[in-house]
C-alpha cells in the first residue's frame, strides 16, 4: 500500500504562484510515476503533470510554461510549481501514484483557489 498527502493548496490572486508537495509512504520502493490532476466544480479531471522515476515529465497544454513538475526520491515527495495562475486553475489538486504492476494511488487533494 502507498499513501499519498497533499499540501501546500491555498487562496491566491491572479498572476500568483504556489507550490503543492505530495509526500508519499508504504511501499514506495515500486513507484515507476508520480503526478497531478485536477478536478473543478462541474468539470471532469485532467491530467496536470506527470514524472516518472526516470525523470521524464509530460504537462497538459494548458500549465506549459507555467507549472513545474519535480520530485524529490530521497524524500519520497514530488512537487508541483505553480506561477502565472490563473482563476482557471481553480480546483482541487490530487496526487497520485502508479506502481510497477499498474497499480494507482491517490491522495485526499488540496484545494487551489485563483482569485480574479
Known amino acids: 500500500q502507498v499513501q499519498l498527502v497533499?499540501?501546500?493548496g491555498?487562496?491566491?490572486?491572479?498572476?500568483g504562484s504556489l507550490r503543492l508537495s505530495c509526500v508519499a509512504s508504504g511501499s514506495i520502493f515500486s513507484l515507476n510515476l508520480m503526478g497531478w490532476y485536477r478536478q473543478a466544480p462541474g468539470k471532469q479531471r485532467?491530467?496536470?503533470?506527470?514524472?516518472?522515476?526516470?525523470?521524464s515529465i509530460?504537462?497538459?497544454?494548458?500549465?506549459?510554461?507555467?507549472?513545474?513538475?519535480?520530485?524529490d526520491n530521497a524524500e519520497n515527495t514530488v512537487y508541483l510549481q505553480m506561477n502565472s495562475l490563473q482563476p482557471e486553475?481553480?480546483?482541487?489538486?490530487?496526487?497520485?501514484?502508479?506502481?510497477?504492476?499498474a497499480k494507482w494511488y491517490w491522495g485526499q487533494g488540496t484545494q487551489v483557489t485563483v482569485s480574479s
Open 6 to 8: 497533499e499540501s501546500g
Open 58 to 71: 509530460n504537462y497538459a497544454d494548458s500549465v506549459k510554461g507555467r507549472f513545474t513538475i519535480s520530485r
Open 46 to 55: 485532467e491530467l496536470v503533470a506527470t514524472i516518472t522515476s526516470g525523470g
Open 89 to 101: 486553475d481553480t480546483a482541487v489538486y490530487c496526487c497520485n501514484a502508479k506502481n510497477s504492476i
Open 10 to 15: 491555498g487562496l491566491v490572486e491572479t498572476g
